[in-house]
């Protein structure tokens, strides 16, 4: 079983609309989470940390949920510019492999006009 | 800001040559990684490197050298190319060896082994 899955969609919406994507991670003793972006063709780039109590940075909201183990990504009011393959990322301490981050395979968002 | 600055960003080979990927970063960060990702597969580390003067296997590390030659620069290479090994490589560091730094990529070598 892979540290994180994802579901890779492709998720397909018409600007201004609302999506979701989730993301599942499978050791409980990860300590440190985030969302990546990959535009087409591009390096990973970081969107933003994953905090226990939820955050938000303008239309992006991401959320925690350590009992369950998964954590998702909500965009509002979305933009065509918000194309992009999204990357759910965990870190957890396995003694020497301290740092080091697991990513999911990417769930891919396309916004059309 | 340069960041972290790969070299070369396209190389076409032959199986059984050899090479060096070049990874650089002018953030003062100790950690440094490699990963590949090959469509469908997601990243995958390669090898990484926690401070200077260390490095680890990742969970694909067969085929695969590297060297830390000092706190800037993290080298990857293939000794004898197979076209298994045709991917796109990332390199990658962050701040200090701790569980909530995130990484900052390379933009990308992209590798074809003939």
């Known amino acids: 079983r892979k540290e994180v899955e994802q579901d890779p969609g492709p998720f397909n919406v018409p600007e201004g609309a609302t999506v979701a994507f989730n993301c599942t991670y499978s050791n409980s003793a990860s300590q440190s989470f985030f969302w990546y972006r990959q535009d087409c063709r591009k390096e990973p780039k970081l969107l933003m940390s994953v905090y226990s109590s939820g955050n938000e940075d303008g239309r992006f909201t991401a959320q925690l949920n350590r009992a369950s183990q998964y954590i998702s990504l909500l965009i509002r009011d979305s933009k065509l510019s918000d194309s992009a393959t999204y990357l759910c990322?965990?870190?957890?301490?396995?003694?020497?492999?301290?740092?080091?981050?697991?990513f999911g395979r990417g769930t891919q968002l396309t916004v059309w006009p | 800001n340069a960041g972290v600055t790969q070299t070369p960003k396209f190389q076409v080979l032959k199986t059984g040559q050899s090479m060096t990927l070049q990874c650089a970063q002018d953030?003062?960060?100790?950690?440094m990684y490699w990963y590949r990702q090959d469509p469908g597969m997601g990243l995958r580390l390669i090898y990484y490197?926690?401070?200077?003067?260390?490095?680890d296997k990742g969970e694909v590390p067969n085929g695969y050298n590297v060297s830390r030659l000092n706190k800037r620069e993290f080298s990857l290479r293939l000794e004898s190319a197979a076209p298994s090994q045709t991917s796109v490589y990332f390199c990658a560091s962050s701040g200090r060896t701790a569980v909530n730094q995130p990484q900052h990529f390379g933009d990308g070598t992209r590798l074809s082994i003939l």
């Open positions: 990322v965990v870190s957890f301490d396995r003694g020497s492999t301290l740092g080091r981050l697991y």
């Open positions: 953030m003062n960060h100790n950690s």
């Open positions: 490197s926690a401070s200077e003067g260390t490095t």
